[in-house]
């Protein structure tokens, strides 16, 4: 098991299901669209994101990404942290057929997959033994960086960002601002240059 700092908001229960069997922490659901007219729960989540933080984690379809965006309107921003599972084809075991789109959920995710993702998104993870990851120290990714590399601004931009995106296992929806933020969290400026180097200029 693992300990999360923040307070989780996932979808779904078979979500939740997935995620308390690796994780130590307060799992949330939406409860799907619910959300929206939940006020009850919304006053909850932005009362536990001032105390702990919050951390969204919805499937990367148009759907999830909706519930995400409403999340983000209506709770602080500077008590949430978000986290990305990448585009993977398939269906989950329980359903008879493949979503709208195709693409797994948060409840499909190999839980390998899933422990990454919540690094990556730059929680209060512990391990069993009670050690922290390290927080990351050098300088941001900027706007200037995203178009002196092409991901922003350029004729090409919006193809090359959906193949940075890909190599890096991340939704294609995201855009170049939310990129932004996912980047710095994620990796930071020197790994994100290594990244770009690779990618484009080797």
């Known amino acids: 098991m693992i300990r999360i700092k923040e307070a989780i908001i996932v979808e779904g229960k078979y979500d939740k299901i997935k995620l308390s069997s690796f994780v130590e922490g307060l799992i949330l659901t939406t409860e799907g669209f619910q959300i929206f007219k939940d006020r009850e729960k919304m006053e909850l989540l932005r009362s536990l994101a001032k105390k702990r933080g919050l951390l969204i984690l919805t499937d990367s379809d148009g759907a999830g990404f909706l519930i995400r965006h409403h999340l983000t309107g209506s709770i602080d921003n500077r008590f949430i942290k978000h986290c990305y599972i990448p585009d993977v084809l398939g269906k989950e075991r329980r359903k008879e057929k493949p979503s709208a789109e195709g693409k797994l959920g948060v409840e499909g995710m190999d ?11 730059g929680v209060a993870v512990e391990a069993e033994d009670g050690t922290a990851q390290p927080e990351k120290s050098d300088r941001p990714v900027t706007k200037l960086d995203f178009f002196e590399d092409g991901l922003s601004g350029r004729p090409d931009s919006a193809a090359r960002r959906k193949k940075y995106l890909a190599a890096q296992g991340l939704p294609e929806r995201l855009s170049a601002n939310a990129l932004l933020d996912v980047v710095n969290a994620m990796f930071g400026y020197e790994e994100y240059k290594r990244q770009v180097e690779t990618l484009f200029f080797k």
């Open 111 to 121: 839980v390998e997959i899933l422990v990454q993702a919540l690094r990556n998104a």
